[in-house]
């Protein structure tokens, strides 16, 4: 090692110590490739005894190997390949080689990482059309018509629906599934409840997005959902024919809410303007149109219904109202735990009915997304998310030409007499189906 260092000259190799790691620095900060972990290495040995003796000692057996590999060439080159007197100019050049090559590296590996992007995302957006900015909007709500369905645009850039598409269902897996904001966050409760055998105690100790996860949001995200234990319980607002393919082929239990369009219209426009992300600002009559044209998240509601209804009698699908379970909550907790293989007796379905009774998951910061406001996702001078939860609200937003026109729209699109899908506007006039 002494005898390294008066070969080179001590402050020669102190320089060059320092210019091989800013270099490194700069560059394995952002693009943390193979070759840059080998830089790592290389700077590393600079400061080692074994890189001086094991150069000096083994470097021309080593001759052939550098051809292969630009770094270790540089590295045998500085070593003289076990000559004794190294100049300083043979230094100057090494360094301006080693910039060399990790500019180009970087350069290299810059466009190829670019070019797979660009790929990458011509391959997502392969089958969908790219829809005209609706200002309405926030800035950042783009959304795309994929396979029918309006979807936003960042679950295909971030990939979500490409990885939806290999996603691995579990034959005990628990889907709730649902058009937004038909009773959603109330039938999850009532299935966590029953399919744990009534754990409220679980229920309490993490909120509805942890036990409950929403398979096409960021949070907690596809890689976390993979590992989790089973039963796994998951939700999802993708219509039928956009589920993972593996789960019309296990066929895991899914559990299909449906509410009338009218309340879904009221309270579908009242959550676009609460959350912040999307902040909705047009009028009800903006959204009114959007609404009937199909134009929203998720949407058109009657292709999403239309889809599921096909399969309610599929074995492993539960088809319900949102009507009927404010009617008879009683009556459709049984049906749950039938369907989940549960038996519960009057006394417990009555204490289930009570825990997710609207005025008790208002004031449950497990089920109402209270922990919303603490993250800022919601716009403070908007309705909460646990708005109403009734029937009929529809009645204190619509005018008589709405509710023609909808009366209409609805026997147009559904075609009730022909599908059997038919709905219920007040708790005056449901049934239990």
Same mark, same amino acid.
């Given at each position: 090692?002494?005898?390294?260092?008066?070969?080179?000259? =001590?402050?020669?190799?102190?320089?060059?110590?320092?210019?091989?790691?800013?270099?490194?620095?700069?560059?394995?900060?952002?693009?943390?490739? =193979?070759?840059?972990?080998?830089?790592?290495?290389?700077?590393?040995?600079?400061?080692? =005894?074994?890189? *001086?003796?094991?150069?000096?000692?083994?470097?021309?057996?080593?001759?052939?190997?550098?051809?292969?590999?630009?770094?270790?060439?540089?590295?045998?080159?500085?070593?003289?390949?076990?000559?004794?007197?190294?100049?300083?100019?043979?230094?100057?050049?090494?360094?301006?080689?080693?910039?060399?090559?990790?500019?180009?590296?970087?350069?290299?590996?810059?466009?190829?990482?670019?070019?797979?992007?660009?790929?990458?995302?011509?391959?997502?957006?392969?089958?969908?059309?790219?829809?005209?900015?609706?200002?309405?909007?926030?800035?950042?709500?783009?959304?795309?018509?994929?396979?029918?369905?309006?979807?936003?645009?960042?679950?295909?850039?971030?990939?979500?629906?490409?990885?939806?598409?290999?996603?691995?269902?579990?034959?005990?897996?628990?889907?709730?599934?649902?058009?937004?904001?038909?009773?959603?966050?109330?039938?999850?409760?009532?299935?966590?409840?029953?399919?744990?055998?009534?754990?409220?105690?679980?229920?309490? #100790?993490?909120?509805?997005?942890? =036990?409950?996860?929403?398979?096409?949001?960021?949070?907690?995200?596809?890689?976390?959902?993979?590992?989790?234990?089973?039963?796994?319980?998951?939700?999802?607002?993708?219509? *039928?024919?956009?589920?993972?393919? @593996?789960?019309?082929?296990?066929?895991?239990?899914?559990?299909?809410?449906?509410?009338?369009?009218?309340?879904?219209?009221?309270?579908?426009?009242?959550?676009?303007?609460?959350?912040?992300?999307?902040?909705?600002?047009?009028?009800?009559?903006?959204?009114?149109?959007?609404?009937?044209?199909?134009?929203?998240?998720?949407?058109?509601?009657?292709?999403? *219904?239309?889809?599921?209804?096909?399969?309610?009698?599929?074995?492993?699908?539960?088809?319900?109202?949102?009507?009927?379970?404010?009617?008879?909550?009683?009556?459709?907790?049984?049906?749950? #735990?039938?369907?989940?293989?549960?038996?519960?007796?009057?006394?417990?379905?009555?204490?289930?009915?009570?825990?997710?009774?609207?005025?008790?998951?208002?004031?449950?910061?497990?089920?109402?997304?209270?922990?919303?406001?603490?993250?800022?996702?919601?716009?403070?001078?908007?309705?909460?998310?646990?708005?109403?939860?009734?029937?009929?609200?529809?009645?204190?937003?619509?005018?008589?030409?709405?509710?023609?026109?909808?009366?209409?729209?609805?026997? @147009?699109?559904?075609?009730?007499?022909?599908?059997?899908?038919?709905?219920?506007?007040?708790?005056?006039?449901?049934?239990?189906?």
């Amino acid at each position: 090692m002494g005898i390294f260092h008066c070969m080179l000259g =001590r402050q020669f190799v102190n320089n060059l110590q320092i210019h091989l790691y800013q270099k490194y620095s700069s560059i394995c900060s952002h693009h943390p490739t =193979r070759w840059f972990s080998q830089a790592h290495q290389m700077f590393i040995l600079l400061n080692t =005894r074994t890189f *001086y003796s094991q150069t000096l000692r083994n470097a021309p057996n080593k001759l052939l190997q550098t051809m292969s590999n630009p770094l270790h060439l540089c590295v045998h080159f500085m070593s003289g390949f076990g000559s004794e007197h190294v100049d300083l100019k043979k230094w100057k050049l090494i360094k301006r080689l080693f910039s060399t090559f990790l500019f180009g590296s970087t350069l290299i590996i810059t466009i190829f990482v670019k070019r797979k992007r660009q790929k990458s995302k011509r391959e997502l957006l392969q089958d969908c059309e790219l829809l005209p900015h609706d200002s309405n909007y926030s800035e950042n709500m783009v959304f795309m018509r994929y396979k029918g369905y309006i979807i936003p645009q960042n679950l295909f850039l971030k990939g979500i629906m490409r990885d939806l598409m290999d996603f691995k269902v579990r034959e005990d897996d628990i889907f709730v599934v649902s058009f937004p904001k038909t009773g959603t966050t109330w039938v999850q409760e009532l299935v966590y409840i029953i399919a744990t055998d009534m754990d409220f105690t679980a229920a309490q #100790a993490k909120n509805l997005e942890q =036990r409950f996860p929403f398979i096409e949001f960021l949070y907690p995200g596809l890689n976390t959902i993979k590992k989790m234990s089973s039963p796994r319980f998951l939700k999802s607002h993708l219509p *039928y024919s956009l589920l993972p393919p @593996e789960a019309h082929q296990i066929k895991p239990k899914v559990v299909y809410i449906v509410r009338n369009p009218k309340d879904v219209l009221v309270s579908y426009y009242h959550f676009l303007r609460m959350v912040k992300e999307i902040s909705y600002k047009g009028s009800f009559e903006e959204f009114f149109k959007s609404f009937l044209d199909g134009k929203i998240p998720y949407g058109p509601i009657w292709k999403h *219904y239309l889809e599921w209804w096909e399969h309610r009698n599929d074995e492993n699908v539960l088809f319900l109202f949102y009507e009927d379970l404010h009617k008879n909550i009683v009556a459709n907790v049984k049906r749950i #735990a039938d369907f989940l293989g549960k038996s519960l007796t009057e006394e417990e379905i009555k204490r289930i009915a009570y825990h997710c009774s609207f005025q008790q998951m208002a004031k449950n910061p497990s089920v109402n997304y209270s922990h919303w406001d603490d993250l800022d996702f919601r716009n403070k001078n908007e309705s909460k998310f646990m708005r109403k939860g009734i029937v009929g609200d529809w009645k204190n937003y619509f005018t008589k030409e709405m509710n023609q026109v909808m009366d209409e729209w609805i026997e @147009e699109k559904f075609q009730s007499e022909e599908t059997g899908l038919s709905f219920h506007y007040d708790l005056q006039d449901t049934f239990i189906q």
